[in-house]
């Protein structure tokens, strides 16, 4: 694994990054961005400030092809393509900040000697043709709700064809970081924001690794991202469902539409539980309700004989929910949907590529009526419904 210490203004020298579909969203809120607002601002002069860790992935000749927009820029102007495995949220909020400063100062002015279009080239996008064909610097895969609204809403892009995908969390947590930079800039002259541009992209210093090809990425990343702002365990459940899809012994169409269906069911997961934007739904509460009741009953009768005869299935889901009922991602994550249970087709446990789907399935049904019990004024709840489809 290579490593070193580089600014800001390094890492995007000849490079492109991308967040693979694993990842979560951007997941940071005031509190974070208060202190990295606080770190920048009270960063002295002459002084660098270590801003944390910064590992990507080489992404294959076989996965780029796949990102037409950008295969003129890898191949023509051989820029590395990047997945970021961990150091998103940093990276990320880096940029929403450097695209508030191109709006936040007046036209025609220069930022140490660079132009915004300049600035916009670097860190924003590359263009050929004139401007008609761009490729972004900084971006989101596809399959990733954020992948418009980011070029759209935050880098105040006019795109030909702007995705119809749900608002979610994480793109009101984009929006928001937008907005408290450009509040913060307005209080600032522009020699102050000057010297800003300067720290952020010249002071500020990753620790940055480049992930050997015979490390698996996926249990890196939900190793690594447990640092900064925790994972929940519904984000780490996504990241452990798509690496289950490439393990089961089935044909590439076949994992790759599961890993379609998980990408899927986490964008209405997302765009439900922050639909309302005054009363979002916790990510954890919704999973451990879903837990009780899709794999209750299964655990119900595997500890029916350690319960007095009278202890209904209700009474157990009541006890559990009553409680700190804490053990969900010890099931979920540990013991049922782990690798060993789809390697090995004689064992009790055992999973197939239909259980997965089954259960992403019943998740994305569920979320719905989840948001229709907790909104019932923002819009009709019919009580028939089952909470799992």
């Known amino acids: 694994m290579e490593t070193s210490l580089q600014s800001l203004s390094k890492i995007f020298t000849e490079r492109i990054y991308r967040i693979p579909d694993y990842q979560r969203g951007y997941a940071w809120t005031d509190k974070q961005l208060k202190d990295f607002w606080s770190d920048l601002v009270q960063l002295e002069d002459g002084k660098n400030h270590y801003i944390g860790v910064l590992t990507v992935e080489e992404v294959s000749k076989e996965n780029y092809l796949k990102w037409e927009d950008d295969i003129w820029i890898i191949e023509s102007k051989s820029y590395k393509p990047l997945y970021i495995v961990d150091g998103q949220q940093r990276l990320t909020t880096s940029i929403?900040?450097?695209?508030?400063?191109?709006?936040?100062?007046?036209?025609?002015?220069?930022?140490?000697?660079?132009?915004?279009?300049?600035?916009?080239?670097?860190?924003?996008?590359?263009?050929?043709?004139?401007?008609i064909s761009r490729s972004y610097i900084f971006g989101y895969e596809k399959d990733n709700p954020s992948y418009d609204y980011l070029k759209s809403k935050v880098f105040n892009e006019k795109l030909d064809q702007f995705s119809s995908e749900p608002e979610t969390i994480y793109t009101h947590n984009l929006e928001k970081a937008?907005?408290?930079?450009?509040?913060?800039?307005?209080?600032l002259s522009f020699q102050e924001i000057e010297f800003l541009y300067k720290k952020l992209t010249q002071k500020f210093l990753f620790n940055s690794y480049s992930i050997s090809s015979d490390i698996d990425v996926f249990i890196a990343f939900e190793t690594m991202n447990n640092r900064g702002k925790p994972l929940s365990y519904l984000e780490l459940l996504k990241n452990r469902l798509i690496y289950l899809s490439t393990k089961f012994n089935v044909s590439e169409t076949e994992r790759n539409r599961l890993r379609k269906r998980v990408n899927e069911c986490w964008k209405s997961i997302y765009h439900n539980l922050g639909r309302n934007k005054d009363q979002p739904l916790d990510d954890d509460v919704f999973l451990r309700n879903h837990f009780l009741i899709y794999f209750g009953k299964k655990i119900y009768n595997n500890l029916k004989g350690n319960f007095?005869?009278?202890?209904?299935?209700?009474?157990?889901?009541?006890?559990?929910?009553?409680?700190?009922?804490l053990d969900y991602p010890v099931f979920l994550l540990e013991e049922h949907f782990v690798t060993k249970n789809i390697l090995c087709d004689d064992i009790p446990n055992?999973?197939?590529?239909?259980?997965?789907?089954?259960?992403?399935?019943?998740?994305?049904?569920s979320v719905e009526t989840w948001f229709k019990i907790f909104n019932p004024n923002l819009g009709s709840f019919f009580r028939n419904k089952k909470l799992i489809g």
């Open 178 to 187: 937008k907005q408290f930079f450009k509040d913060e800039l307005s209080k």
């Open 96 to 131: 929403i900040l450097i695209q508030a400063i191109t709006e936040s100062i007046p036209e025609g002015n220069k930022l140490n000697y660079n132009s915004t279009e300049e600035i916009r080239k670097k860190f924003i996008f590359e263009s050929k043709d004139e401007g």
């Open 308 to 325: 007095k005869e009278d202890f209904t299935y209700s009474m157990f889901l009541r006890s559990r929910r009553r409680g700190a009922f």
């Open 350 to 365: 055992g999973i197939t590529i239909e259980d997965v789907y089954n259960y992403v399935q019943s998740l994305q049904n």
